[in-house]
């Protein structure tokens, strides 16, 4: 899809990846509304873009209602949404994760998608087309380290994406599912500088699995996926070899993992 005059909605906008991939799109020539739980870190991911072709606000993009209205007014102030990067994410739980972080990650980091989708697919099917980019994870391919709620709602965030493909492809619908390893944002630098130990071995879990990759490279990729009409964005190539790996020999994948973990536990004093 071209994104010359589209109108694109990008969730968790306020900073990394979100604000990089709203910056990339301004670029391409879209206009975009910026959400985020935080209004004020939204509104200067746009600073000195004409209020005309970029909108920022605040709120929570996992609540059904808050969605319906942020939808409402970027389709009043900018046009039809033909664009929906669904980014905002946590990286919350560590282990097995609590009641509490199983809800968190659970809602933001897939049930907002869906709510997203039941808003705008009607949309989408009755104007012939749209296009939906899930913000995912290699943890999502490969798993994580780490993170129980982080890994499994991840996976459950391809599945949606692979799921809407699948359905509506053939209506027009196009999705793209951004899947990179390590990123230099908030995310990965707010859990390096963390006193929790779990959570900055996790961090350093990711960040020493492979090159970590400024947001504005994962921006650029995604939006030459977006153009070509691509699933799967994989800033990180080496994440194509690893996911080969796994769908050749499951077990043998598994063992490699298991390796790291031990590895990981070592580091942590854990084992
Ligand atoms: N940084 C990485 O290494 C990495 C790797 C793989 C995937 N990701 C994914 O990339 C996406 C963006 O993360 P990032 O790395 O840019 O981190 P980030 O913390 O800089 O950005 C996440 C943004 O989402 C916002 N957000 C969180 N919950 C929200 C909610 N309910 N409603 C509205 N906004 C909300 C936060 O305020 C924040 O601005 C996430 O989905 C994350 O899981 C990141």
Redesign the pocket.
Known sequence: MELEGKVAIV?????????AMARAALDAGAKVMV????GD?AGAAIAGVDAARAIAVG?????EVVLRGMIERAEEELGPVAIFFA?????TGIGLGTEDEWELAL???LI?HVRAARLLVPRWLERGGGYFVT?????GLLTQIGSAP?AVT?HAAVGFAEWLSVTYGERGIRVSC???????????E?GLASDDPAESLAART?TAAGA?LE?EEVARETLAAIAAERFLVLPHPEVLEFYRRKGTDYDRWLAGMRRLQRQVDEAAGTS
Do not use: E, F, H
């Open positions: 969730t968790g906008g306020g900073g990394g990846i979100g604000a959400a985020d739980l935080d870190r709120g929570d993009v996992s609540d980014n905002a994410g946590v990286g809602d933001v980091n907002a913000t995912a994870s290699a943890a982080y991840k951004l899947c990179p390893m390590g990123v230099r944002t908030a995310m990965v707010d990711v970590v947001p």
